[in-house]
Every structure is written in C-alpha cells, then in structure tokens.
C-alpha cells in the first residue's frame, strides 16, 4: 500500500499472523466465519492476486500492488479498497458504510455483489492496458495466434475488428473478467457458484458444470445447446472445445474478449443447464 495508507492503520485490528490462514484461524467463530466468505468472494474477483498479510491484514496484491484488504472485529467486519477513484465510485451505493476508503458490515451483512464486480472490472481494466503495451514481437506473436484461429472470411473480418479495438486475450485478462461476470450471475441466481473441473475452477448451475476459462487458452469456455454451438462456430464467434483431442458437442470456446458477448452466452448457459 501507498504510504498515505499508514495514516488509517490505527483503525484497523493489529494482527501477527504471517499468512491469511493464519490470521483466520485467530479469529473467533462468527468473524471467521464472514471473513471466510470474504475470502472466497475475493478470489473469485481477482483470482491473479496474490494473497499477503499487509499492515496487519489480508490483502490482495497485483502486480506487486495492494488492490484490497479486510479484516475483522468482535461485532463486525471492513473491506479496504485501496483505489481512492474506484472507492468513490463504490461508495456511492453504501452510504456511511464507506468511509475513508472502508467499507464496515456487520458479520451477518455480506458485501454486495457490486463490489466485488467493481473491484474485478477495475483490475481487469488495469490489465488489459499493461497488455496493450507489451513489445512488438509479443504484439506479432498475438496477431499471428488470432490470424490462425480465424477459418472464414466472416471470422477474420471480426478478428481485425477485436484487434482494432485493442481485445486482449492475454490469461490475466480473461480469469478477471470471468470472475467479474461470475459474480454477477451469482447475484443474478444464486445457484451459480464456483466448482472445480479437469483440475482447474469452474462454474456450475446447481449440480450441471457452466462454465470455465482459459483451458489452454480457450478463453471462455460455456455449456450451450449442440445448435447454438454449431451456429457460433460457423459464424467464426466460436470454436470447437476439444480438450484431449475429443471434441464437446454442447461446449464452445470463445476466445475473444467480449465483455457483453461473454455475458449474453454466460446467461445463455444458465437458461440451458438450469
């Protein structure tokens, strides 16, 4: 954290804990409890954040920059936001909740959905701007992999046009902005929750897998009806999911990052599978 973020330390709880299981384990049952879920939430937001303690907390740190921390009390608990700009804008729907880049709850309170959907879309943001000024050769690199990808004239003319408007499908991006719309549809329809899948993360409907992201580069990878599939695929939207060599018939990977294309299939998904 900045060191203009010393001045607040005196407000939060001292903790000697060398890591966050650690620092959890400290607490009573009931604080634990809401920071677990917490926790969790935050993962999923940001899943290429690393976890550390700082200042006595856990917090979340990309590319070598505190995002957010929490920590809790005897009767309640606080996320830290670190970004005055993206705190502004979160503050807004809070009210006296948020204060001095602290979001305080009850340990019965859960933080809203928009939060963390905030917090992931920012780091996402954040992302994609430090890929759009990768070298040169990387760039080469990249504009040969779409160039490969692209089998009809249809999908290379939507290809130029994703690359003219700066898409980046670089795997940071992608896990952020999964977990961004994740968190969306889980405020959406709680049935929606993260899983595991082939050794990885995943989302699933209930019992029916979803949805995952990045498998080898796949992008967003959803769980659709065999004809809607086909139909992405010959538009040159999508293509074959075929882990292994074996190919899904109701799964299509889209490649591309498409905030608004991602979110439309994601809920596509959930109508089928649920």
């Known amino acids: 954290m900045a060191d203009a973020d010393s001045a607040i330390v005196g407000t939060m709880p ?28 935050m993962r999923r937001a940001l899943p290429a954040a690393v976890e550390a303690i700082k200042y006595g907390m856990p917090a979340y740190v990309v590319d070598g920059r505190a995002v957010a921390s929490f920590a809790g009390w ?25 204060q001095k880049r602290i979001l305080r709850f009850a340990l019965d309170e859960a933080v809203p959905a928009s939060v963390y959907a905030r917090l992931a879309a920012a ?13 040169p050769r990387a760039k080469k690199r990249a504009a040969a992999s779409t160039a490969a990808a692209t089998t009809t004239p249809r999908a290379k003319k939507r290809a130029a046009a994703a690359t003219s408007a700066g898409a980046d499908t ?25 899983s595991t899948i082939m050794g990885g993360r995943c989302l699933r409907v209930d019992r029916e897998f ?7 580069g796949s992008g967003l990878v959803v769980k659709l ?3 809607r599939v086909a139909a992405l695929i010959a538009d040159g939207v999508g293509r074959p999911f075929a882990p292994a060599g074996k190919v899904f018939r109701e799964w299509v990977s889209v490649p591309t990052l498409d905030r ?13 599978v649920g």
């Open 260 to 272: 608004r294309r991602w979110r439309a299939l994601l809920r596509e998904g959930v109508a089928f």
């Open 170 to 194: 670089s795997s940071t991006a992608a896990q952020a902005l999964f977990w961004q719309l994740a968190a969306e549809l889980h405020g959406e329809d709680p049935r929606v929750v993260e």
């Open 123 to 135: 780091t996402s943001a954040r992302a994609t701007s430090a890929a759009a000024t990768t070298t």
């Open 210 to 216: 979803l949805a995952l992201v990045d498998f080898q």
């Open 14 to 41: 001292t903790a000697k804990a060398p890591d966050v299981d650690r620092y959890l384990a400290a607490q009573p049952a009931d604080v634990r409890a809401a920071l677990t879920r917490v926790r969790a939430a």
């Open 74 to 98: 005897k009767a309640s608990y606080a996320v830290y936001i670190v970004d005055p700009a993206l705190f502004a804008t979160i503050a807004r729907d809070l009210g006296a909740r948020a």
């Open 225 to 227: 009806p065999v004809d």
